[in-house]
């Protein structure tokens, strides 16, 4: 099993008091130096290309973002997303890292990549940076796999507590990716109703503030892995949340890292019976330094297994 990050991805610094502070990727970084780990096959992760973002955000987003990139100082994009001198080619190494571990995984069987990066990119629309992220780049990620590797059926499935409106949006008519995510709901962003359906391709469940292990396992046993099942990925794509966790300050969902191991090990399992093994995660949200470090340490323990 891989892994692929980027020393640049700690440059992204949004200033102090934001949330998605570079102690995020540290805690995470250094929860996987441990000898447990250590069979892990350690990437550097290139830069996305131009044309790799291009598949999934419009021109004129990206040309935006490399023009207004900052040289000192930072520069608020909206209330929550900031670009600071490092965000730039933070952001790249996090798509090329997602994009890079797509080739790793469909050069062979029983092959599994984790990338902890930052800034996350679930949010991030095919025209514009919202909700921390610049880049979206587990849909890079898919659109290089149905592009380069010609696959006709990709799944992303996402369990960070917040709804990916970027990933849903820019694939909500592509009906070879089906995007399923569970979430709270009301919360940021304010999308992901039930009845967000896009071609068939689209399955949002959402979670109440309260929910707890029960809720989450439920939703996804009895309604979002049999859609996985039915139907058969050739490869999945993991939005790796873990601020559903009961620690995390962004929200009301009383996770705990058991949860990530459990629903870790279903993907896998589900990777092994459709898409000979091939699974693809990347770092989204988790907000509370300690609850990150143990679910990401949780979640890779599974996904090596």
Request: charged share 20%; with cysteine; proline share 6%.
């Amino acid at each position: 099993m891989r892994l692929y990050t980027h020393p640049d991805c700690l440059r992204h610094d949004p200033g102090p008091g934001h949330a998605e502070q570079p102690a995020r990727l540290r805690a995470v970084l250094q929860a996987l130096d441990h000898d447990r780990f250590a069979a892990l096959d350690r990437i550097e992760a290139p830069r996305a290309t131009r044309a790799q973002l291009l598949r999934v955000h419009d021109a004129e987003h990206v040309d935006r973002l490399f023009a207004i990139a900052p040289a000192a100082a930072t520069l608020r994009l909206d209330e929550d997303t900031v670009m600071s001198p490092g965000s730039l080619d933070a952001a790249l190494h996090a798509a090329g890292a997602v994009v890079a571990a797509v080739d790793y995984a469909m050069s062979g069987d029983d092959r599994r990549a984790f990338c902890p990066v930052r800034p996350p990119g679930h949010h991030a629309t095919g025209e514009q940076a919202m909700g921390f992220c610049l880049f979206n780049n587990v849909a890079a990620a898919a659109a290089h796999a149905l592009e380069v590797h010609h696959l006709k059926r990709v799944v992303i499935a996402d369990f960070d507590v917040h709804h990916g409106n970027g990933t849903q949006a820019i694939f909500e008519r592509e009906p070879r990716v089906l995007f399923l995510s569970s979430h709270q709901s009301p919360l940021y962003p304010g999308t992901g109703s039930e009845d967000e359906r896009g071609v068939g391709n689209i399955v949002n469940g959402t979670l109440s503030p309260g929910a707890g292990s029960a809720e989450f396992r439920e939703l996804w046993d009895g309604q979002l892995l049999p859609r996985m099942h039915a139907f058969k990925p050739q490869l999945i794509l993991v939005s790796a949340g873990f601020d559903a966790h009961r620690a995390d300050p962004l929200a009301d969902i009383r996770l705990g890292q058991e949860d990530y191991a459990w629903i870790t090990g279903r993907l896998l399992a589900l990777a092994r019976a459709h898409a000979n093994g091939r699974l693809v995660s990347t770092l989204e949200g988790g907000y509370d330094l300690g609850a990150l470090a143990a679910s990401a340490a949780a979640h890779v323990d599974e996904l090596m297994k």
